[in-house]
């Protein structure tokens, strides 16, 4: 794909949607964490300047990434839910019963539930993740370099299209995972190895192409400097209650 055949498909992707000020992120005074909303789902605005994570991420991927795919997801989202036993449940409650033959439903629930975490636990100052975070996952994980290594290998080794997880799991251990698609670890119905995301990194090529092309090692690399480590242990703290 070139940058004509990729702009072109983002114009495709771009149908309308409204964005809500607040959308799936909790103001600046509470928890970053997800809400859970029911449809109409909105998208939500970035809590950050679509330039704040260059270089390492770039101004023209972060409009379209954001403001034409996940608005997409989310047009396509409330399309599909009236009508169907999922109309009236929560965003989380979707993900748990949806299957692999809601596929409309599927696709466009992973989609938003999975971009509106990447946009939180993105930010535009390099930080570090605290001892406590630290702790837990070289305990149950690894070593911090042969964790990040584990992530890098699940997210390179993802073939086509997918994200690389670090969930937290019922007995609060805590895994790297990847799933295809917009699929995640919520969806209990579809996946194997199911728990809490608390970072995930998209490897669609709609996220790196225009900057890195079919280098996605090199954005994988990149990804790390703009990890906002703060959120992620927010998640961690409220998955592990």
Do not use: C
């Amino acid at each position: 794909m070139d940058k004509r055949e990729f702009l072109k498909l983002a114009g495709i992707a771009g149908a309308a949607a409204v964005v809500n000020p607040k959308g799936l992120f909790a103001s600046s005074s509470e928890s970053a964490v997800l809400a859970d909303p029911k449809a109409p789902f909105t998208l939500p605005e970035l809590p950050y300047s679509v330039s704040a994570l260059e270089p390492s991420i770039d101004k023209m991927t972060m409009e379209i990434h954001h403001g034409k795919h996940h608005a997409a997801y989310v047009k396509n989202l409330n399309d599909a839910l009236p009508g169907t036993a999922f109309a009236s449940l929560s965003l989380s409650e979707i993900l748990a019963r949806v299957t692999e033959k809601d596929k409309a439903i599927r696709n466009n629930a992973g989609g938003h539930y999975n971009h509106s975490l990447f946009w939180t636990v993105l930010g535009g100052e390099k930080s570090s993740p605290s001892a406590k975070l630290a702790k837990a996952i070289e305990a149950t994980v690894a070593p911090w370099e042969e964790f990040q290594k584990k992530f890098n290998d699940a997210a390179k080794n993802q073939f086509g299209s997918g994200w690389a997880w670090l969930i937290v799991k019922k007995d609060k251990t805590l895994a790297v995972t990847s799933t295809p698609n917009q699929d995640n670890p919520l969806m209990t119905q579809i996946v194997k190895e199911t728990g809490t995301p608390i970072l995930g990194l998209d490897v669609w090529e709609h996220a790196y192409y225009l900057k890195y092309q079919n280098k996605r090692p090199d954005y994988i690399s990149a990804f790390w400097n703009v990890v906002n480590w703060k959120e992620v242990e927010k998640r961690y703290e409220a998955a592990i209650k």
